[in-house]
């Protein structure tokens, strides 16, 4: 989809819950925070929660009305909005402890190529996190994108992870009012020798 299709899904409703995925929720809550980017943000549910917490986050998205969406929360000053397409926008080497993914689909060789570029700009010990649908929710799941090309796999993260110290990488469940969704779930640090000496 391009920005011009998410702008005009975000103009008709809020699109998501304000509450952060249970997931994501589970394994952020107790990190000590740093300096994080939340890449394809949405309407910011993810950056919104993370600044609560005490994180500085950059929130970026090619939709500016998603950002808009999120912008308009309470805490939204806290939060840095890049509207930008993710291809292409970059942060600063070794400048960050964390990258969260979440939901974003994109061709197999440009998610490879983002996350790829993502984990270079992890300090040593900074933190990987991608959440998506799993390819097999399109067969054996409820909701999400149904083309099976743009979705998440254990082997399609393979690479990615191939270039971190993974702490999961699964198909995760995902409970629904309609069912339940198969995600897939990178959860990984950069390696490095000052892992104990980052923040
Ligand atoms: C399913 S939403 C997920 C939003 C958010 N991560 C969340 O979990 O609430 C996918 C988001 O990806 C954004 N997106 C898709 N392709 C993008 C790209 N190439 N660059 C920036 N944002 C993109 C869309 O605008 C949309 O906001």
Request: charged share 25%; net charge negative; glycine share 10%.
């Amino acid at each position: 989809m391009r920005a011009e299709d998410w702008d005009e899904r975000y103009a008709e409703r809020q699109q998501w819950s304000a509450e952060p995925n249970a997931q994501i929720a589970e394994l952020l809550a107790d990190l000590p925070p740093g300096d994080a980017v939340d890449l394809a943000a949405g309407e910011g549910r993810h950056a919104l929660w993370l600044t609560g917490l005490g994180w500085r986050v950059t929130a970026v998205d090619f939709s500016d009305l998603g950002l808009a969406r999120g912008r308009a929360q309470p805490g939204a000053d806290r939060v840095t909005w890049v509207t930008a397409d993710v291809t292409t926008w970059s942060a600063g080497p070794a400048s960050l402890d964390l990258v969260l993914v979440a939901y974003l689909h994109l061709a197999e060789s440009e998610t490879t190529a983002l996350l790829t570029r993502a984990v270079s700009w992890l300090r040593p010990g900074g933190q990987l996190l991608v959440l998506g649908h799993d390819v097999e929710n399109v067969s054996a799941g409820v909701g999400g994108p149904q083309e099976p090309a743009i979705l998440h796999s254990v082997e399609r993260l393979s690479p990615v992870a191939a270039q971190l110290d993974v702490d999961r990488l699964e198909q995760v469940r995902r409970e629904t009012p309609a069912g339940t969704a198969l995600d897939t779930l990178l959860w990984g640090r950069r390696p490095g020798p000052d892992v104990g000496l980052r923040r």
